[in-house]
């Protein structure tokens, strides 16, 4: 059972990058799926997430309009969309998935964003 995700890298102010998220050995049938990010420094951030319940995704103000979560359960993969990028998204980005009846976590092994000014 893990999370596996991709897509991090170096880009610029303004840029756009699209994180991925594979789950194997489980589906995301029943759970809860989001981003969060952990800068030097900083306290960790919930960025996105979106449950299988009701499928409304959530945005902090920080990201609101600029990020967009998505998800294929048939896939198994869930996605972060990141647009108009700004150096303060610099962070390890961790995909989380939350089951909904046993409320366990599972985490990926973090990708690093750095937006460069």
């Known amino acids: 059972v893990q999370l596996v995700e991709s897509g991090g890298g170096l880009v610029q102010t303004g840029g756009s990058l699209t994180l991925s998220c594979v789950a194997s050995?489980?589906?995301?049938?029943?759970?809860?799926v989001g981003w969060l990010r952990q800068a030097p420094g900083k306290d960790q951030e919930d960025v996105s997430c979106?449950?299988?319940?009701?499928?409304?995704?959530y945005y902090p103000d920080s990201v609101k309009g600029r990020f967009t979560i998505s998800r294929d359960n048939a896939k198994n993969t869930i996605y972060l969309q990141m647009d108009s990028l700004k150096p303060e998204d610099t962070a390890v980005y961790y995909c989380?998935?939350?089951?909904?009846?046993?409320?366990?976590?599972?985490w990926g092994q973090g990708t690093q964003v750095t937006v460069s000014s």
């Open positions: 989380n998935a939350r089951n909904l009846v046993s409320n366990q976590h599972t």
């Open positions: 050995g489980f589906s995301f049938d029943d759970y809860a």
């Open positions: 979106i449950s299988s319940a009701d499928n409304i995704p």
